[in-house]
Nanobody
Framework: QVQLVESGGGLVQPGGSLKLSCAAS????????WGWYRQAPGKQRELVAA???????NYEDSVKGRFSISRDNAKNTVYLQMNSLKPEDTAVYYC?????????WGRGTQVTVSS
């Protein structure tokens, strides 16, 4: 079955940066649009960034200008560069296709922004 493995999270101070990676397996990675989603405590999971197979990119308003999504089809990997992090970015971050394959969420990677 499809496997999605997120990595790169951690604890960072406000204004800091992190780069998340998501390795996908058992899927024809290159043909799908991919997204990064996040879920903060007590909140619903939300899409924060997406990239199509053609490279068209969209961001949720609160991360525009700070986050950058990219993909490497040769490595079956999607990335999320996060700069100028804010406490409100604290969440578990997940990757998935867009729209998501609801049966195949990975474990996510925790991002905590705190001083």
């Amino acid at each position: 079955q499809v496997q999605l493995v997120e990595s790169g999270g951690g604890l960072v101070q406000p204004g800091g940066s992190l780069k998340l990676s998501c390795a996908a397996s058992r899927i024809i990675f290159s043909i799908f649009p991919w997204g990064w989603y996040r879920q903060a405590p007590g909140k619903q999971r939300e899409l924060v960034a997406a990239i199509t197979s053609a490279g068209t990119i969209n961001y949720e308003d609160s991360v525009k200008g700070r986050f950058s999504i990219s993909r490497d089809n040769a490595k079956n990997t999607v990335y999320l560069q996060m700069n100028s992090l804010k406490p409100e970015d604290t969440a578990v971050y997940y990757c998935n296709t867009k729209p998501p394959m609801t049966a195949y969420w990975g474990r996510g990677t925790q991002v905590t922004v705190s001083s």
